[in-house]
C-alpha cells in the first residue's frame, strides 16, 4: 500500500498570502488529520476530518480551514499568512473505525517571509 | 485539556547500549498509546503501539511499558544503533479521533 502523501513539499509564502496543502491518506483510510510542528513545539493538533464531515479541530484562528473529499483527500487553508505560520504541517490518515494508529505523511514545509 | 509530557528533552547512549524513553500522560481514560520516531526532515513514523488492556508490548528491538497506575509509558530500544537517533514522541488517545503527542525526546546515539 502506498503510504500518505502530501503536495506540496515546501513552500514560500509571503506575508498575507493564502496557502492550500494536499494530503492524499493511505487507500481505505477515511480519518485525515493535520497538525502544525515548530521548532521546540510539540505536535499541535489542526483539526480531523472523517468522511468529509469535521469532527474534531484544534485551537488554531479561522484562518486555518481544511476539506475532505469523497475519495478521503484533504486540503487545509491558511488565509493571510503571519510569519509565525512557518512550521512544518502534517497530515497523518488512519482507518477512522476507532482508536487505530496513525500514519503520517512527510510534511509539507511552509515558509513565511 | 490533555496533556503528555515527557521527561527528558534529550538523551544521549553508546551504540550498543539499551535506550529508555519516558513520557507521562494525565488523562486516565487515554486507551490507546503510540510511540513515533521522527528523523530530521521526515514524518513521524510509526515504532510500537500498545492498548490499556496491556502493560508489555515488544517488537524488533523495541518494547513499550505501560503503567496505568502512575499513568506512565517507557519505550525501551535494546542494542541502540546510530540509526535511532532521532527524536521520539509518544501519543496518547481516548476515543480514537484525537491523539494528543509530547513535546518529544531527541535520542543522539554516540558511536
Known amino acids: 500500500k502506498a503510504g500518505v502523501t502530501q503536495t506540496p513539499r515546501y513552500l514560500i509564502k509571503t506575508r498575507g498570502q493564502q496557502v492550500t496543502l494536499s494530503c492524499s491518506p493511505i487507500s481505505g483510510h477515511r480519518s485525515v488529520s493535520w497538525y502544525q510542528q515548530t521548532p521546540g513545539q510539540g505536535l499541535q493538533f489542526l483539526f480531523e476530518y472523517f468522511s468529509e464531515t469535521q469532527r474534531n479541530k484544534g485551537n488554531f484562528p479561522g484562518r486555518f480551514s481544511g476539506r475532505q473529499f469523497s475519495n478521503s483527500r484533504s486540503e487545509m487553508n491558511v488565509s493571510t499568512l503571519e510569519l509565525g505560520d512557518s512550521a512544518l504541517y502534517l497530515c497523518?490518515?488512519?482507518?477512522?473505525?476507532?482508536?487505530?494508529?496513525?500514519?503520517f505523511g512527510p510534511g509539507t514545509r511552509l515558509l513565511v517571509l | 485539556g490533555e496533556s503528555v509530557g515527557l521527561h527528558l528533552p534529550t538523551l544521549s547512549v553508546q551504540e550498543g547500549d539499551n535506550s529508555i524513553i519516558n513520557c507521562a500522560y494525565s488523562?486516565?481514560?487515554?486507551?490507546?498509546f503510540i510511540w513515533y520516531k521522527q528523523e530530521s526532515g521526515k514524518g513521524p513514523q510509526f515504532i510500537i503501539d500498545?492498548?490499556?488492556?496491556?502493560d508489555k508490548r515488544q517488537g524488533q528491538r523495541v518494547t513499550v511499558l505501560l503503567n496505568k497506575t502512575v499513568k506512565h509509558l517507557s519505550l525501551q530500544i535494546a542494542a541502540t544503533q546510530p540509526g535511532d537517533s532521532a527524536v521520539y514522541f509518544c501519543?496518547?488517545?481516548?476515543?480514537?479521533?484525537?491523539?494528543?503527542f509530547g513535546t518529544g525526546t531527541s535520542l543522539t546515539v554516540i558511536p
Open positions: 497523518a490518515s488512519e482507518s477512522g473505525r476507532g482508536a487505530e494508529t496513525q500514519y
Open positions: 488523562n486516565s481514560a487515554s486507551d490507546y
Open positions: 501519543a496518547e488517545t481516548n476515543t480514537g479521533n484525537q491523539f494528543y
Open positions: 500498545i492498548r490499556s488492556n496491556m
